[in-house]
């Protein structure tokens, strides 16, 4: 497996990553590159991540036969008919989008005969902060990269996208999009909303920043994921929005039962509600094969 071309639409982390990655391995020759920014596909060109820096979407994609979206959600149905017309009919297109059904809808809607080419991905990886200049090989070793392919994807586009994510070190599985959505706004969309709505808490109150110069490791912990890229998380609750409502009713009702806890002076109670958390994440580890993916994971064949 070797690509002629790969075009990355989006030149910040994730894409950058995904470009690196493969330029190590040794599976692509050359890579195309389109930013809306200037300075930042001539930064991409600085860095090596890219070649050769492109004007317009339709530039980057022409004669590419690997080709990522790694835009925010919010971007993904101008990416796709950006690109319609210049994606060849063998080639494979990704995304590494964190909602699944919004981004597939979109596919639909713009890519017309082109839309089998379309397998969507999601790797569970990243960091606090974007941009080109974080951008790593490494990024995606050892992390799960979920596959959420369509009726219309064929096995051989299927399987060719399980070898590259595997290529660059992540552990692969399939998802229905549902699945994923409702999956990811357990374990990733909703904490992001609860690290935004605490320090928005904290800061709201008149001593917010004098306790906030007291914070300690537990609170920068908690918080890290606060600090990420406010337009990125905007599309993501936004387009995941039913399921992420639905999370947070879940939340509020654990919030309540300490709440009652605290209220009443229950303090059994209240220490049963911590050993029940405890428990769970003392048991948890992150690890791209944990046990409890086990069954959700596929390898096309």
Not at 122 to 130: F, Y
Not at 158 to 173: F, Q, R, Y
Not at 273 to 290: D, F, P, Y
Request: with cysteine; aromatic share 6%; hydrophobic share 45%.
């Amino acid at each position: 497996m070797k690509f002629q071309r790969l075009a990355l639409i989006g030149c910040g982390l994730m894409g950058g990553s995904f470009a690196l990655a493969l330029r190590k391995a040794g599976l692509v020759q050359h890579i195309t590159g389109f930013s809306a920014s200037d300075k930042t596909r001539q930064r991409a060109v600085e860095l090596g991540v890219i070649d050769q820096a492109c004007t317009s979407v339709a530039e980057a994609v022409q004669g590419a036969d690997l080709v990522l979206l790694a835009v925010p959600v919010g971007a993904m149905h101008s990416s796709f008919a950006a690109l319609q017309e210049s994606l060849a009919p063998q080639a494979l297109l990704m995304d590494v989008g964190s909602t699944k059904s919004d981004v597939i809808a979109a596919a639909r809607a713009a890519l017309g005969d082109r839309l089998p080419c379309f397998v969507p991905a999601h790797p569970i990886a990243g960091k606090e902060v974007a941009g080109i200049e974080h951008a790593e090989a490494s990024l995606y070793q050892n992390r799960r990269t979920i596959l959420t392919p369509l009726p219309t994807t064929g096995i051989h586009r299927l399987h060719t996208a399980h070898e590259v994510w595997t290529a660059i070190g992540s552990h692969v599985s399939t998802l229905t999009p549902e699945a994923h959505d409702a999956t990811f706004a357990a374990v990733s969309h909703l904490p992001h909303l609860l690290a935004f709505a605490a320090i928005n808490a904290l800061t709201a109150q008149p001593q917010g920043a004098a306790f906030l110069d007291m914070a300690g490791p537990g609170f920068r912990d908690f918080s890290r994921i606060a600090a990420s890229d406010p337009a990125v998380w905007r599309d993501i609750l936004s387009a995941n929005h039913a399921e992420v409502l639905t999370q947070i009713a879940h939340f509020r009702a654990a919030l309540e039962q300490f709440e009652t806890s605290l209220k009443q002076g229950n303090t059994p109670a209240l220490q049963q509600l911590i050993e029940q958390a405890s428990g769970v994440r003392s048991a948890w580890t992150l690890q791209a094969g944990n046990a409890c993916n086990k069954a959700s994971e596929t390898q096309p064949s």
